[in-house]
């Protein structure tokens, strides 16, 4: 259970690796290990991916993540250096609710959704996880809350108001 948090820069991209698992599968001769990686990957600025990769060892693993994320950015809304508004993500057990801060307050967050925050370019948000503590679960609730961000121009125009 190795957990281990690296960031690297690739081209203009943000790469967190979030979660090393070891799993280990009991064959005739002892036990065969295998590796799951899950890894967050942004532009800082607003754009946010994340994959999951397993192999036989660490670094393709980790490669085979970083390509999924790469193939599944979304975009996220930002006003500044913060989020438009108040939203809850939920994936599975895991729920997390993300709130805007003020400028100069930081990404106060769990290394899970500090992770995907940061390789999204959201400098300025508190964050609060109920349910599951599990890395991956986390990240997938954080990216189906961010995937729920609606900027105010848009509010304005599916409600057909002016937003004071």
Same mark, same amino acid.
């Given at each position: 259970?190795? &957990?281990?948090?690296? $960031? ?13 698992k070891?799993?280990?599968? =009991?064959? &005739? ?16 600025n607003?754009? =946010?991916?994340? !994959?999951?990769?397993?192999?036989n $060892? ?21 006003? !500044? ?23 100069g ?10 992770? =995907?925050? $940061? ?20 990240? &997938? ?14 509010? $304005?125009?599916?409600? !057909?108001?002016?937003?004071?």
């Amino acid at each position: 259970m190795a &957990k281990v948090h690296e $960031e690297r820069q690739r081209g203009e991209l943000n790469e967190h690796v979030v979660k090393i698992k070891r799993c280990a599968a =009991v064959v &005739k001769g002892g036990r065969r290990f295998s590796f799951a990686a899950m890894v967050v990957v942004g532009d800082g600025n607003g754009k =946010v991916g994340w !994959g999951y990769g397993k192999a036989n $060892e660490v670094p393709p693993s980790v490669e085979k993540a970083r390509k999924e994320a790469m193939r599944s950015m979304n975009t996220v809304p930002m006003e !500044g250096s913060t989020i438009p508004h108040q939203v809850i993500g939920k994936f599975g057990a895991a729920h997390i609710v993300l709130v805007p801060a003020s400028p100069g307050t930081g990404v106060i967050a769990g290394a899970a959704v500090r992770a =995907v925050c $940061e390789a999204a370019g959201i400098h300025d948000i508190l964050t609060k996880s109920f349910g599951s503590n599990n890395a991956v679960s986390l990240v &997938k609730a954080t990216i189906e809350g961010l995937k729920q961000l609606r900027p105010r121009m848009e509010v $304005e125009r599916l409600r !057909g108001v002016t937003l004071s």
